[in-house]
């Protein structure tokens, strides 16, 4: 979340009255985990007037005063003017990494106990080869990124240690532990609060019955 570099805005608190831009509104996922970070920091969302933009007219409307802050996206973040006209107001990526060890959403792959217990190995093999996979992607991450930025889609043109540090901090492979739950739980209350959902699931209830594996 970007403010100007002149702003009065230094820490999240001073947001409290202001305009402020979320790439594709509040339901999308990427507003929501901010929206789940500035939560976790004590912020009242009611008190921000959030307003939907794009990657493109985020950084001009910050710039020309018509938002106080907003999300901007990796590529304006790494561009080689940023430090002289911009400032960081929270990085709720590494923000949510401090507070749970992950950040939301989520996926996981999970087998139900009834189902796990007739074949065991079927489902162990399956999760071998996700882990196997993992381990690679891991092992050729600066390959695999240098791919991905001179090919098509989302990330072309990206710089690669960009692609790089994101793989690594969205990239986790193990159990479902007691920061995934309580980082689920914040990001559902998140989207209850934000009118995405009318209903916390309980999540022990999601998970329970099931051989959990996480893989995200």
Not at 50 to 57: R, W
Not at 117 to 142: S, V
Not at 147 to 170: H, I, Q, W
Not at 171 to 200: M, P
Request: glycine share 8%.
């Amino acid at each position: 979340l970007v403010t100007d570099k002149d702003s009065d805005i230094q820490e999240p608190e001073d947001l409290y009255g202001e305009k402020v831009g979320l790439i594709g509104g509040r339901t999308g996922g990427s507003a929501m985990a901010l929206q789940t970070a500035l939560r976790s920091e004590g912020i009242n969302l009611s008190r921000i007037q959030f307003e939907g933009v794009t990657s493109e007219n985020a950084p001009v409307l910050v710039r020309e005063g018509e938002l106080a802050a907003a999300m901007f996206d990796s590529s304006n973040i790494v561009s080689p003017d940023f430090d002289d006209n911009y400032r960081t107001v929270i990085d709720f990526g590494e923000n949510l990494h401090d507070t749970y060890g992950a950040v939301p959403p989520s996926q996981f792959v999970v087998v139900r106990e009834k189902y796990y217990e007739e074949d065991p190995e079927k489902y162990e093999k399956g999760t071998q080869w996700l882990r196997d996979n993992f381990d690679w992607a891991r092992d050729n991450m600066e390959q695999i990124s240098r791919a991905r930025s001179e090919g098509e889609g989302e990330a072309a043109g990206k710089p690669v240690d960009l692609l790089m540090n994101k793989s690594t901090c969205f990239s986790r492979i193990g159990e479902f532990n007691q920061e995934d739950k309580q980082v689920l739980e914040d990001y559902f209350e998140t989207a209850k609060d934000v009118g995405v959902i009318d209903q916390i699931p309980d999540i022990d209830s999601v998970f329970d019955g099931a051989v959990e594996r996480s893989y995200r």
